[in-house]
């Protein structure tokens, strides 16, 4: 066994496989789309080499600025919801009753398509017949939110289901972290007198910082190139009040038959993508877990 | 012992993969050898978008055709592709990004094959239209498809948009189907005084509310004014176009539409008049199978829907037979086809077959003549297939007539005049700039 470990042959065998399906899916798709964005293309006919113009346009587009806007917002949402997927979890991994259940119930989003999700939360939020505004009237509320009409209201009324969707995975991961704490150390801490809230901040917390670390890069860089449910509810509108960056990007390349331009966003979500993953390793990092 | 065998197999399937690997890029070439020669049958690629499932009329219709022309012709075969309205979009896009479009597809008219047929992706048809379809396609049809004179789509359908509305709510309040805009806006009012949705509309997919503003327009200006506007032998910022907007926000403001309908998708909006909770629904006639011959549909439900012309409007110079519509999709050849003559007879039978069986099997209207002396028909297709006959102009959805970049500036216009994030002024100015900008 150690022998055919040893083998530079054998790692190279091993590797390449995967190296090949990442080299061929990912990275030369990421070469190309940076290369398109500096063509002047509709996606069918001849391509015109036009330097950085898509890029400095990209800069001048109000449009694109706005979406950047909504999709930052979105990041900074996720990020704060990861607080409060941390309480739900460190209930859950102290012996409540009905923890396992209520486990149960939180991951169920998890399992549907984001697809489903966007009918189920559609039909909530139908402005007449839709769940929330029939309970709303129930309280007495007479001029019910259309809430995925109004361009003030939209942004808003997506995070929810976003939130929704994405809480059973962060519980998860976090369950799964607050599991791996030992027994031990809590128990020396509640001899010693620490209250529960003591025991969750200066313990659980503490060692569980690097799972933590990892769902914030996920969550941003997660919401950052977030697209499907936002598709599917809104398409972007009401007239681009729900627009973030890779709906507007795939708007570009795909509807407007600008797929120069389209590749310039996509390259430029991705360079955003990489500074934000960056900047949160850097805010981040502390002296025993730097770099990976 | 175990561990040497699992690590053997391991890497006879890691080298397995790397042949897999190494084979994709050598297999797109032999693809279209066996594409153009199947043994000694003749292929010919066909990708459409009536999927089983949601479209099952359409769908069999087809799938019969395409046994028929097997049968009829031993050495070809028809190999199909069908993917939904919006994946089959998409696909088509990349497919030619690609130069591996299928030998037969399906189009849309005017702007949208533009970038296609500039591109050297479609054949063009003439010759078929010359020796098949002589005076068979309903006039007008095929110049949709037609390009600087010459003609890249055979048409399939053929729509015109009336209002559906529900005669059991309208005998509720005494109302009387409309024939002046005045008489229309005194049926909504009341309508709304009444706390009766007037109008469903689904404003998310933007189109829709498109075709309320082409009406407008059309009755007001006449027939040329936004098409002038669109091919820049007129202005969008003409007052005709202007009083249209201006229109559209006062029905707005009314109450006319269903409420949050920039947040409903034409589906959903659907769904209100289908509960008999909005009175009046503009769409196309691809929506006539659901009033008559769908299954799932009730009879009660049926027979409680009308439709009307839209109005007409004082002092305007649109007349009530002029109509939105135009044809649906049409079937286009590639022109890098290897089996283009084969594939050219293919699109000529379904297009006569198609014509032929449409109308009785899937309550669509074909883009070539109807002959309805011997089909029992629905009353309500007769009506619109006489209303088809004395049509006095067709005007092409405004989406479809405009360019790709042109239209979604229409689009999101559309919908922030209707979400009054727009005045009528900035709605026209907009897309004159727009227009002007692609001159």
Known sequence: ?292 | MFHRKAMSALLSIALLMVLVLAGCSSSTSSNNESASNDGDKTVIKFMHLWPEGSSKAQFTIVNDIIKQYEKDHPDVKIQTEILGNEQYKDKIKVLSASNELPDVGVTWAAGYMQPFVKGGMFASLDDVIDSNFKDQFVAGTTEAFAIDGKTYGLPLELNITPVYYNKEIFEKYNLEVPETYDEFLNVVKTLADNDVTPITLGNKDRWTGSMWYMYLADRIGGPEVLTNAINRSGSFEDPALVQAAEEIKKLVDMGGFVKGFNGLSNDEAKGYFMNEQAAMYLMATWELPNYTTSPDVTQEFKDKVGYFKFPTYEGGKGDINSYVGGPGVGLFVSEKSKVKEEAKDFVAYLVQEWGKNSVKDAGVIPATVVDTSNIELDQMYIDILNDLGTASNLTLYADVQMSSGVAQVHLDMIQSLFGGQASPKEFTKKQEQALAEEE
């Open chain 1, 1 to 292: 066994m150690k022998n055919v470990m040893s083998n530079k042959w054998v790692i190279t065998l091993y590797v390449l496989p995967a190296l090949l399906l990442i080299l061929i899916l990912i990275y030369i798709p990421i070469v190309l789309t940076g290369y398109y964005g500096l063509m002047d293309w509709d996606g069918i006919g001849a391509k015109t080499f036009i330097g950085l113009d898509n890029y400095i346009e990209l800069m001048k587009d109000k449009l694109f600025w706005n979406s950047t806007y909504h999709s930052v917002l979105l990041a900074v949402f996720s990020a704060i919801s990861l607080i409060a997927y941390l309480v739900i979890s460190l209930i859950l991994a102290s012996k409540i009753k009905g923890a396992g259940l209520l486990r149960k119930i939180y991951l169920i989003p998890m399992l549907l398509s984001s697809v489903a999700i966007a009918q189920l939360w559609l039909k909530i939020f139908d402005p007449t017949n839709g769940m929330l505004n029939k309970l709303l009237e129930m309280f007495g509320v007479e001029n019910t939110p259309i809430w995925l009409a109004d361009p003030n209201l939209v942004l808003y009324s997506i995070f929810i289901p976003i939130v929704w969707q994405y809480a059973g995975f962060y519980i998860i991961i976090y369950y799964a972290a607050l599991k791996g704490v030992p027994d031990e150390i809590i128990e020396a801490a509640k001899i010693d007198g620490a209250t529960p809230f003591q025991i969750a901040y200066k313990i659980k917390l503490p060692l569980i910082a690097p799972v933590i670390k990892v769902t914030i890069v996920l969550a941003i860089v997660g919401s950052l190139k977030y697209f499907d449910l936002i598709y599917v509810m809104t398409g972007g509108g009401p007239n681009g009040a729900s627009e973030v960056m890779a709906s507007y990007m795939y708007k570009e390349a795909f509807k407007t038959y600008n797929f120069g331009y389209g590749s310039a966003i996509g390259f430029a979500l991705l360079i955003i993508c990489l500074v934000m993953t960056w900047v949160i390793q850097k805010l981040t990092a502390s002296k025993e877990d730097a770099g990976y």
